[in-house]
């Protein structure tokens, strides 16, 4: 039977939990405008994409038609020796989404007695966290971020449960902004049972500048049941090809290893983070430059008197609550895409410097600021 001629239904259906996962709404590009030049600050991208030495090596003659190595073993060692870790504890994926997912598929899930796991995380935090945890047939248990968008780390603690399996802390929180303390982060750690695997979701890790902000690696160091994750995404430029990873101990990555897809991590993608690790002066130079861009936007908004909570990734999050849709279509006719969340609040990345002016210039003429929730 050809495709036009089958039913229109076919009656399969789904695990019920895919009926019930929140819609993952991806940062839409800029709506042309006449005159004017359109900019994306709506995902959290690198305006200055990779380094020279990564583009020549896309532009160059690479070997596709083999499978990639399926360990990442080039990429593990470039990285073991850029942290000072040992290769076994790093565990690479597509994106450091896919090395959550190992996370997830390994430790949390649905019990054989059909009672679902929980997983603990902070929210708003990213947005693909529950869609993450439905998946794998856990349950989210979302703690409320505190006015200042910070981790509200004690209520976190105190809803640890017997069925608690894994807590993800993101520092930077996307897309509130603030980095979590060393001090909050231990003691956090050490109030929480061994047995509760801790994430730390270190996406924007290269961007954060806050004096007392964890180094989830000197956790990992400490705390045989922390897992630290990093992405090439951000600092490195990296997004479209996706690639990140891991870092955890050995009684952790055993099991990181059995939920990995096989080859998830192509070889384009290995090839080009390990020569972005091999320039990675020229990667702090281009994150310094946009950590000053965001330091300038921060610093316009605190003149316009913006309540904004501190911004440690590349974003700024502008808590506007029911304004939050006229201010995204204000900047969509201004040709700058920005990613609002329902009547929560904005998310605007950091982007090219004419782009972040005319944040700034909307923001100028916006009269009504945003406000702690
Ligand atoms: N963690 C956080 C906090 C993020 O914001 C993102 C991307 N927006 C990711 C993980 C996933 O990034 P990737 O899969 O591209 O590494």
Redesign the pocket.
């Known amino acids: 039977m050809t495709s036009n001629t089958q039913p229109l239904h076919t009656g399969v259906h789904p695990r019920s939990v895919v009926g019930r996962l929140p819609k993952y709404a991806a940062g839409k590009p800029p709506v042309p405008v006449p005159g004017l030049a359109s900019f994306k600050l709506s995902?959290?991208e690198n305006p200055l994409g990779p380094v020279p030495a990564v583009l020549e090596l896309l532009h160059g003659g690479l070997e596709v038609h083999r499978y990639p190595d399926t360990s990442c073993t080039a990429l593990r060692t470039a990285l073991g020796e850029f942290l000072s870790v040992p290769a076994e504890d790093i565990v690479t994926g597509?994106?450091?989404?896919?090395?959550?997912n190992q996370i997830l598929a390994a430790f949390a899930g649905q019990n054989d007695d059909g009672t679902p796991d929980e997983v603990i995380y902070a929210w708003r935090?990213?947005e693909?966290y529950p869609i993450c945890v439905g998946l794998a047939g856990a349950q989210s248990v979302q703690i409320p971020v505190r006015a200042d968008g910070t981790h509200d780390l004690p209520a976190m603690a105190a809803a640890v449960t017997d069925r608690t399996k894994v807590v993800f802390l993101?520092t930077p929180?996307?897309p509130t902004g603030p980095a979590l303390g060393t001090e909050e982060t231990e003691e956090f750690i050490r109030s929480v049972r061994s047995d509760v695997v801790i994430v730390i979701?270190e996406?924007?890790q290269e961007f954060v500048r806050a004096a007392d902000a964890v180094d989830g690696i000197a956790m990992y160091r400490k705390y045989p049941n922390v897992v630290v994750?990093r992405?090439?995404?951000?600092a490195h430029g990296l997004?479209g090809l996706?690639?990140?990873y891991s870092v955890s101990g050995p009684e952790l990555t055993q099991y990181l290893r059995s939920a990995a897809t096989p080859f998830a991590v192509s070889s384009v993608a290995e090839q080009a983070a390990v020569v972005s690790l091999a320039n990675y002066d020229q990667v702090v130079e281009r994150v310094q430059s946009l950590v000053e861009e965001r330091d300038r936007v921060t610093a316009g908004l605190a003149a316009l008197g913006w309540d904004v909570p501190d911004a440690q990734?590349n974003f700024v999050w502008l808590n506007l609550g029911s304004d939050t849709p006229e201010f995204a279509a204000i900047a969509d006719r201004h040709a700058l895409s920005v990613r609002a969340f329902g009547e929560e609040g904005v998310r605007v990345s950091i982007g090219e410097v004419e782009a972040n002016t005319r944040f700034l210039e909307i923001c100028a003429s916006y009269t009504k600021p945003p406000r702690r929730s």
């Open positions: 995902s959290n597509a994106g450091s989404l896919g090395a959550l935090s990213f693909a993101c929180n996307n979701d996406a924007y994750l992405t090439f995404s951000k997004a996706r690639v990140g990734g």
